[in-house]
């Protein structure tokens, strides 16, 4: 199996059309067995499919994608996963681990309005107005296991279930910020409970990234339904995600607010390992 991610100093580069660079991984018996960064000579778009398929590649991982891409790939049989973020490695492993789902349709339209962060699983401290975390595993990798809880006890995720725990960058906004501060000064074995406000969580809503916008002006907009979720693109080029609120002949509005946002949640959380990035 061949695994290519749209590649940038070892982040999945979110243009597909505008790569320079793949970074290509031979899996075998759904490990990695190696790895090699090759350029993507100047194509663009539709053409950069032939290119993949050319190159044997099973499944592509990338950030933001237009429709047409997207039909190039389906019909040379390239496997696709897009709305990936964040360090090359470690989507694919989540690939591999059956935990990267694609985003499906990326709309490739600029709006001032959407919000211009997001992360599967977490957020960033400056989404939220939030201090960076001090603590004794601040900057270290760590391993957690959680459940997640809403108050009336339902839970909407949970690490435990799927027998893997959480491994991410403590302190570096791979988290929402009150998960962050949990970790920053807890020891290997500890387990604590936390409760989190929604600013300390995924924001409140925020009524300003709720918007309306011909369907014209958004390409493959017109295939979308009421509940279905994809990507714009903000002003600076960086995908969000967004979720169809309402559709009529002419226009669509999108609702950039996370799904959790005004949420108060609940954590028991238990650190695993602690290692050096």
Do not use: W
Request: glycine share 14%; hydrophobic share 35%; net charge negative.
């Amino acid at each position: 199996m061949r695994i290519a991610v749209t590649y940038e100093n070892g982040r999945v580069f979110q243009h597909f059309g505008h790569t320079e660079q793949f970074k290509v991984y031979e899996v075998e018996d759904g490990k990695v067995v190696s790895s090699r960064v090759e350029g993507s000579d100047g194509s663009g778009h539709e053409a950069l499919a032939t290119l993949l398929a050319g190159k044997a590649i099973d499944v592509l991982i990338c950030g933001g994608i237009g429709g047409g891409a997207q039909a190039a790939l389906a019909q040379v049989g390239v496997e696709l996963c897009s709305g990936a973020s964040g360090d090359a490695d470690e989507a694919v492993a989540a690939y591999l681990r059956g935990e990267l789902v694609s985003s499906g349709v990326n709309c490739d339209h600029h709006h001032e309005e959407g919000r211009d962060c997001h992360s599967d699983g977490g957020g960033c401290h400056g989404c939220h107005g939030e201090p960076a975390p001090a603590g004794r595993n601040v900057g270290k990798r760590c391993k957690t296991h959680y459940r997640g809880t809403f108050n009336d006890g339902t839970v909407f995720d949970s690490s435990y279930d799927r027998g893997e725990p959480l491994e991410f960058i403590c302190g570096a906004g791979m988290m929402i910020p009150g998960y962050d501060a949990a970790v920053a000064d807890m020891e290997v074995g500890q387990t604590v409970q936390v409760h989190l406000s929604p600013a300390e969580a995924y924001g409140e809503v925020n009524p300003n990234a709720i918007f309306t916008v011909a369907i014209a002006d958004v390409p493959g907009s017109e295939e979308l339904n009421v509940g279905e979720q994809c990507y714009l693109y903000s002003d600076n080029g960086r995908p969000f995600a967004v979720t169809v609120t309402a559709k009529d002949d002419k226009t669509i509005t999108f609702d950039a607010n996370h799904e959790m946002a005004g949420k108060e949640l609940n954590f028991t959380i238990e650190l695993v390992e602690v290692s050096e990035a």
